[in-house]
């Protein structure tokens, strides 16, 4: 009898469709490129290590990277340079909106004062086609060669001119008219008067000054300290007197002269400074006793007249720079005949010292209650920029009026902070006793603190 074959199992498996394969391969596609693009947003993302935002919620993705250590390192740099581009990005964008604002503001104030830009100042219609190109090319603006400058934050340099000049057009005009590359007008009263109404700095110019005729060599060193100058030595153009030994004599002369007896160097010029009588006249000597011994190296002298004050100083190996002006006299020709250092510029100018950098600052009679009270108390706190913890101010003779000394200018030294090593006050009775006019002469110093 023959076996009977068992009947087969029924099957449940169908094939799948050609569409069903399709899509399930791409839908691994999506997924793989979507975990790619996650993984990417994760490594590149500021969100966090374990935590990135896709701008509809949070996402926690824990990820375990088993990647050697040096592309993790690079893939940091990396990251910190993007987050770096960013910041200055934005730094950038904070920029050009503070220079749409400025622009804004700017083009606001010409259309309501009926200006136009012009190169350099901004000139009104009345006058600004009147200007010398000169002028315009000295204090126009000027594109950098190579381009933006990081530390000036500019792609632009700004000649310095003083504000004030803008008040006096037509004269900085004709301050700048000239030839070019020839010889400069002889105008040097026209243009002090400019720096004492504030137009300073002055523009630069292209022009040549005028020499002296004969010029013979300046007086060897330390001699020339106490040796007049040759006549040859500077140009006498703008001056009254046309010889030095004319200067020396006017100290006879009735009149007025800015500092009548400064250039007579045989005369009381050779004993300034060199005694102390306790009250208002203070000694060189006295006063560097009350620093360490060789400690007061250098200094600035304000208003300095023919520079005998750095002179003293010099003999004691003191370098002292002196600013002075040429009222009726060349001062600062006769400072520098002598062998010093002297800076043309008015008691009004920011002195030009890095803050914390002099030993010493010393004034006589220049700073007084002729300088208005505001513009006073801004140079005494930029004295005090100046000097280094420390050091000096040896304020010499301030002139004032009876009730402006414990009023005025008491409380004033004190708002700026100064310490007082001497202080001493007496009367000024040239004028006669019934004036009630004093004079009083302090040795201030800068906090070590």
């Known amino acids: 009898m023959g076996a009977v074959d068992s009947p087969k199992k029924q099957s449940y498996y169908h094939p799948p469709s050609p569409r069903a394969a399709a899509f399930k391969f791409k839908l691994k596609m999506a997924m793989l490129v979507l975990l790619t693009n996650l993984l990417t947003l994760y490594l590149f993302s500021s969100a966090g290590p374990s935590r990135f935002d896709l701008g ?23 990251r910190a340079q993007v987050a770096a581009t960013h910041s200055r990005l934005a730094d950038l964008h904070r920029q050009l909106a503070s220079s749409n604002s400025l622009v804004e503001a700017l083009l606001v104030e010409l259309a309501r004062s009926g200006g136009r830009p012009q190169d350099g100042l ?39 001119v003083g504000v004030a000049c803008l008040r ?11 030839d070019v590359g020839g010889e400069c007008p002889v105008d040097d009263v026209f243009a002090q008067r400019l720096l004492l109404k504030g137009c300073e700095p002055l523009p630069r110019r292209r022009c040549h000054p005028k020499s002296p005729a ?45 500092c009548k007896d400064c250039f007579d160097l045989a005369g009381r010029e050779k004993h300034r400074w060199m005694y102390d009588n306790g009250i208002l006249d203070y000694g060189i000597d006295q006063v560097l006793a009350t620093r360490p011994r060789r400690t007061v190296r250098i200094g600035l002298d304000i208003g300095g007249g023919s520079g005998t004050f750095a002179a003293r100083m010099r003999e004691r190996n003191v370098t002292i720079v002196t600013t002075t002006m040429n009222l009726d006299g060349p001062f600062n020709s006769f400072i520098a005949s002598r062998g010093l250092i ?14 914390n950098t002099l030993d010493i600052v010393h004034s006589m009679h220049v700073l007084s209650n002729w300088i208005p009270d505001t513009m006073l108390e801004f140079t005494l706190y930029d004295i005090y920029r100046v000097l280094r913890p420390g050091g000096l101010f ?17 409380p004033m030294i004190g708002r700026v902070g100064f310490k007082r090593l001497r202080w001493n006050a007496g009367r000024k009775v040239d004028r006669g006793p019934q004036k009630n006019e004093w004079y009083f002469s302090a040795l201030l110093e800068k906090p070590m603190t």
Not at 122 to 137: Q, R, Y
Not at 224 to 246: E, G, M
Not at 394 to 410: A, I, K, R, S, V
Request: with cysteine; hydrophobic share 35%; charged share 15%.
């Open 394 to 410: 040896w304020l010499d003779h301030f002139f004032c009026e009876g009730p402006q000394l414990n009023g005025t200018y008491m």
């Open 168 to 178: 006096f057009k037509e004269e900085l005009a004709q301050y700048m008219s000239y």
């Open 122 to 160: 901004s000139i009104g219609p009345a006058n600004g086609d009147n200007l010398p190109d000169e002028l315009k090319l000295a204090v126009g603006p000027h594109k950098l060669p190579l381009g933006y400058s990081p530390r000036m934050g500019s792609d632009m340099v700004h000649p310095p």
């Open 342 to 355: 002297s800076m043309h510029m008015s008691v009004s100018q920011r002195l030009p010292f890095f803050e």
């Open 56 to 78: 509809l919620g949070r996402l926690s993705l824990p990820i375990v990277w088993d990647a050697n250590a040096s592309l993790v390192a690079h893939l940091d740099s990396t």
């Open 214 to 258: 004969n010029y013979v060599e300046p007086t060897p060193f330390p001699q020339s300290l106490w040796t007049p100058p040759h006549d040859s030595s500077i140009v006498w153009d703008a001056y009254t007197c046309k010889s030095y030994k004319c200067l020396i004599d006017r100290n006879k002369q009735p009149g007025y002269f800015d």
